[in-house]
């Protein structure tokens, strides 16, 4: 069975600040991975997702994540956060199988 | 991307009473449908996947004859909470499984909040 693990569980930055949130996974097959933001109060959003090709991923509102297939990672990045960046943010891996199963998820605290 | 909306969005219960809960995918067909909950500061939980036309597949832990699930249609999935306990209240997720781009992708409905009282 696959799982994941996301290595911060709540990171406070301010604003202009970089972001990098760490996310591992064990699977020995082929996977498919995304990461979803959950705003306050609010339901999950796709941010970005890779299923193959470029390992470089770019997603909304200037987001990007690394797949590196030989440390089973997949961190998500932005070079300058703003307030509103301030949510839940969630990494999953589903299989071809089509069940996915997400990390604890990491809560990022942007202050202005 | 697809669209998986959810029916209430959020509901209000006894202790004891039914709740049902619609997953809908708008505009795709989805054969297979997810339900997860999630507990507030915590992750998505799976509970069941959902086949049209069959019977669920429970993860383990959750109670089939409490979580009943029905997939009548190729865009429609029903959760029902029976008997429900305060213990029961959360956040509940569904998600459809869309496989037009030649791979599987989840497109998740916005949950529906429960509250047991």
């Known amino acids: 069975a696959q799982s994941v693990s996301q290595h911060n569980h709540h990171v406070i930055l301010s604003e202009a600040a970089s972001l990098e949130l760490g996310c591992n996974y064990s699977?020995?097959?082929?996977?498919?991975l995304f990461w979803y933001v959950q705003y306050p109060g609010q339901h999950l959003q796709l941010l970005l997702k890779?299923?193959?090709?470029?390992?470089l991923v770019k997603g909304i509102k200037g987001f990007e994540a690394e797949f590196i297939k030989s440390k089973f990672s997949f961190n998500l990045r932005k070079p300058s956060v703003q307030w509103s960046d301030t949510a839940e943010y969630f990494c999953?891996?589903?299989?071809?199988?089509?069940?996915?199963?997400f990390g604890d998820g990491t809560t990022l605290t942007v202050k202005p | 991307g697809a669209v998986v909306s959810q029916h209430p969005s959020w509901v209000i219960c006894k202790s004891g009473t039914s709740v049902k809960i619609e997953c809908r995918s708008l505009?795709?067909?989805?054969?297979?449908m997810f339900w997860y909950r999630q507990f507030p500061k915590q992750s998505l939980m799976l509970m069941a996947t959902?086949?049209?036309?069959?019977?669920?597949?429970?993860e383990q832990g959750v109670e089939k004859d409490k979580f009943l699930i029905n997939h009548a249609s190729l865009t429609l999935s029903t959760l029902t909470v029976t008997s429900a306990h305060p213990e029961d209240s959360s956040f509940y997720i569904c998600?459809?499984?869309?496989?037009?781009?030649?791979?599987?992708?989840?497109?998740f409905g916005p949950g529906t909040r429960l509250t047991v009282l």
């Open positions: 890779y299923f193959s090709g470029d390992p």
């Open positions: 505009d795709f067909q989805a054969t297979t």
């Open positions: 959902s086949n049209e036309g069959s019977k669920a597949t429970y």
């Open positions: 998600s459809g499984l869309d496989n037009m781009q030649g791979y599987n992708e989840q497109f």
């Open positions: 699977y020995g097959g082929t996977v498919n």
């Open positions: 999953a891996v589903n299989t071809n199988a089509g069940k996915s199963t």
